[in-house]
Nanobody
């Protein structure tokens, strides 16, 4: 069983920055390659893809976060990151990391097998 634990959320003023982390565990002995992404869901809205990273470290971003957010990973630490700069009130949401073994899902939420519990990001103006 794979566990994903997010952290780093909080409350910031517009224009501020946050760095989210997602630590993965429970799979290291199995030899899988995991593909991961970040999603977010605001109250009353559908979950949307934010960013995803491929095994070759190529990345994809939602248009709304391009040039502001950066996804990265540290394989040695089994950790996925999301650096969020120039935050806006519309970035307020619960942020989730997701993972799937051996398949790059991009920002298609239904493709992912494993999800974290989420970390709340609140941006005030």
């Amino acid at each position: 069983q794979v566990q994903l634990v997010e952290s780093g959320g909080g409350s910031v003023l517009a224009g501020g920055s946050l760095r989210l982390s997602c630590v993965a565990s429970g799979y290291t002995a199995r030899g899988y390659s995991f593909y991961m992404g970040w999603f977010r869901q605001a109250p009353g809205k559908e979950r949307e893809g934010v960013a995803a990273i491929n095994r070759d470290n190529s990345t994809r971003y939602a248009d709304s976060v391009k040039d502001r957010f950066t996804i990265s990973k540290d394989n040695a630490k089994n950790t996925l990151y999301l650096q969020m700069n120039s935050l806006r009130p519309e970035d307020t949401a619960m942020y989730y990391c997701a993972a799937r073994p051996n398949w790059f899902c991009g920002m298609v939420s239904t493709c992912y097998n494993y999800w974290g519990q989420g970390t709340q990001v609140t941006v005030s103006s």
